[in-house]
């Protein structure tokens, strides 16, 4: 039984001399595997976003939900954006 599947696509002029410059450099043998490695990282950047929503928004989330007192208002936000940003200028200016 066969495990592969011929596509034709079609890509931008720039993406298909990237295809072709990869192939040429040595660093793929075919157009396929440049292909195909640029659909594994898609997949394996798809799965880090998804383990990411699942493990840190989500619970993040659910605990603000849970203890809304211990947000901070937009006002403590900007405060805190701006001290910090403030320290990193100050940190930059005197090369500390």
Do not use: F
């Amino acid at each position: 039984m066969r495990t592969t599947q011929p596509l034709t696509i079609t890509l931008p002029l720039e993406m298909a001399q990237m295809v072709k410059d990869k192939v040429s450099s040595g660093e793929y043998a075919t157009e396929s595997e440049v292909i195909r490695d640029g659909l594994r990282t898609l997949a394996a950047r798809d799965a880090a976003v998804e383990r990411w929503l699942r493990e840190e928004v989500i619970p993040t989330m659910d605990d603000a939900h849970a203890h809304p007192e211990e947000l901070l208002t937009a006002e403590q936000v900007r405060r805190n954006l701006s001290d910090h940003i403030n320290a990193i200028a100050t940190k930059s200016r005197t090369g500390a």
